[in-house]
């Protein structure tokens, strides 16, 4: 069965350090992959996608950045936080081709920046 | 613009049943999501309409009406344990999601 991890699941971090946040998907290949960001009171936003390695899309220009070194393998970066970045990160995949387009989300990783 | 309106918070009685309605105006429909999500968790796959008319699985039943930019989720035999977010998200033309806030569902006994 398929299953994707995200980490850490929380962190504080200051003003001006920087991100990694990872997201790695088991038991299926060339899964597109996804990063949202969740805000209180505010529906998620897509952050970036890819269908690839190393094809990665941008939705919303922002100080973040993501990469696809493996198939499997999401990772979200920032080289310097902002106390905006602040959120709830959700990484998800889906099949490719499929009509519903379900999406499987990892456990998520809450971020606070102070 | 691209907008997905759902109540922010609703009460209901343990037993009792409890309509979630979605209102949305999109470039293009490819179809509606329902997912759940507990607090502090991820959201998980309720269900998924594309044409007009009713889905029902099992307790969780969802009804979408195309002409209108209307959906609904309709919880049956409430439990406690369905107290969580309910967001709504609808894909458009370019098969992107477009996602509502989400309503919180209170259970009370």
């Known amino acids: 069965s398929q299953t994707i991890h995200q980490w850490p699941a929380t962190l504080v971090q200051p003003v001006g350090s920087p991100l990694s946040l990872e997201c790695t998907v088991e038991?299926?290949?060339?899964?597109?992959l996804y990063w949202y960001r969740q805000a209180a009171g505010r529906g998620l936003q897509l952050l970036f996608y890819s269908v690839g390695i190393g094809q990665i899309s941008s939705e919303v220009p922002q100080n973040l950045s993501a990469s696809r070194p493996q198939d499997r393998q999401f990772i979200l970066s920032s080289k310097k936080l902002l106390l905006s970045d602040s959120g709830f990160y959700l990484c998800a995949w889906t099949v490719k081709g499929q009509d519903t387009g379900e999406l499987f989300f990892g456990e998520g990783s809450r971020l606070t920046v102070l | 613009g691209q907008n997905i309106d759902q109540p922010t918070e609703m009460t209901a009685t343990e037993g009792a049943i409890v309509q979630i309605n979605c209102t949305y105006q999109?470039?293009?429909?490819?179809?509606l999501f329902w997912y759940q999500q507990h607090a502090g968790e991820a959201p998980t796959f309720l269900s998924y309409n594309v044409l007009d008319g009713l889905e029902e699985k099992g307790r969780f039943s969802s009804f979408l009406s195309r002409s209108k930019g209307y959906s609904y989720l309709l919880l049956k035999e409430l439990q406690m344990k369905d107290s969580a977010s309910y967001l709504c998200a609808v894909m458009d033309s370019n098969y992107q999601l477009i996602w509502g806030a989400g309503t919180k569902l209170i259970i009370k006994p």
């Open positions: 038991g299926t290949s060339n899964p597109n």
């Open positions: 999109t470039s293009g429909f490819n179809g």
